[in-house]
Structure formats: structure tokens, C-alpha cells
Nanobody, 124 residues
């Protein structure tokens, strides 16, 4: 499975951005698609995930109500709509996919495939 993330950029606080993650390859073998982010000097953290079979979604607390993860199965693309962006959302955002059949989506170690990352910078 190959993942290609895009859509990052420089925005002001309160603005919106939509990230895209285009997937190719043996997508049917994956379970969760997720978004993680890594700010300078910090560890990579979970942002959101969506389960392929039923499109159930999961979010970390700091983005609930502001971010929405969705997928377009026809286009094999997962999106992260980010609204009301804050300076603390500044990070490199990575999309990822896992093969585990279990409900495991929170840890980066749960994921088998990673995109290259796209930088989101939110100015105050």
C-alpha cells in the first residue's frame, strides 16, 4: 500500500484546511486509515482514524468538533477537514494505514504504511 498526503500550507488561526491522502495498492487489506501529526520537538501523536469497513471515526480530544475525517472509496482517498485551526495545530501531518483486524488505531505502532507527511503551519 502506498500513501500520498497533500494539502498542507500556511494559514491563520481560525482558518480551514483540507488534507488528502491518496491510497494505492492492496487497499482491501487495510483496516484503519489514520492521521497523525508531529510538532517540532514532540512525539508523533494520533489525530483521527476511520475504519474501512463501516467508516466509524475516532478523534483525539483536542480536535473533536473541529476536525472531520472522511473517505471516498471510489477515489481511494481519505480526507482530514480541519476547521477553526489553532497555532497548536502546527505540525507535519502524516496519513497511515494498518492491516490489523482488531480495533487498534491509537498508536503509531499500530500502523503498517505511512505517507510522506505534509506541513501545516497556523499563525496567530
Amino acid at each position: 500500500v502506498q500513501l500520498q498526503a497533500s494539502g498542507g500550507g500556511l494559514v491563520q488561526a481560525g482558518d480551514s484546511l483540507r488534507l488528502s491522502c491518496a491510497a494505492s495498492g492492496r487497499i482491501y487489506s487495510t483496516n484503519f486509515m489514520g492521521w497523525f501529526r508531529q510538532a517540532p520537538g514532540k512525539e508523533r501523536e494520533f489525530v483521527a482514524a476511520i475504519r474501512r469497513t463501516d467508516s466509524n471515526t475516532y478523534y483525539t480530544g483536542s480536535v473533536k468538533g473541529r476536525f472531520t475525517i472522511s473517505r471516498d472509496n471510489a477515489e481511494n482517498t481519505v480526507y482530514l477537514q480541519m476547521n477553526s485551526l489553532k497555532p497548536e495545530d502546527t505540525a507535519v501531518y502524516y496519513c497511515a494505514a494498518n492491516r490489523s483486524p482488531y480495533n487498534e488505531y491509537l498508536a503509531a505502532t499500530n500502523y503498517d504504511y505511512w505517507g510522506q507527511g505534509t506541513l501545516v503551519t497556523v499563525s496567530s
